[in-house]
């Protein structure tokens, strides 16, 4: 069966860094687009960041936009999810995501897209 398993959340002051992992098994890695969402108390599921298959074309949502890195190992099948400059707004659980079915595009950022979700890590950013 499909599994997702974010590591790397933890508790940070703001302006710091953390990296998260989300190792994958149970599909064909490499032919996988791959996303993050977070959501915070009271707040709906927020798109983070996406990644291709190839690894070759990035989305971010604008409230990360030059903050945060999405890459990927296909030969380790994690996915990356680097975070700087981090603010107080960004605590929040983050969650890994793998659609149903492999390669393909559509809309990277809905969370219709998306069919496999990890069980979240929590990240706290603090003042």
């Known amino acids: 069966q499909v599994q997702l398993v974010e590591s790397g959340g933890g508790l940070v002051q703001a302006g710091g860094s953390l990296r998260l992992s989300c190792a994958a098994s149970?599909?064909?890695?490499?032919?996988?687009?791959m996303g993050w969402f977070r959501q915070a108390p009271g707040k709906e599921r927020e798109f983070v960041a996406a990644?291709?298959?190839?690894?070759?074309?990035?989305y971010y949502g604008d409230s990360v936009k030059g903050r945060f890195t999405i890459s990927r190992d296909n030969a380790k099948n994690v996915v990356y999810l680097q975070m700087n400059g981090l603010k107080p707004e960004d605590t929040a659980v983050y969650y890994c995501a793998a659609p149903s079915r492999p390669l393909g595009d559509w809309d990277l950022g809905a969370r219709r897209y998306y069919y496999y979700w990890g069980q979240g890590t929590q990240v706290t950013v603090s003042s």
């Open positions: 149970g599909l064909t890695f490499s032919r996988y687009n």
């Open positions: 990644i291709r298959w190839s690894g070759g074309r990035t």
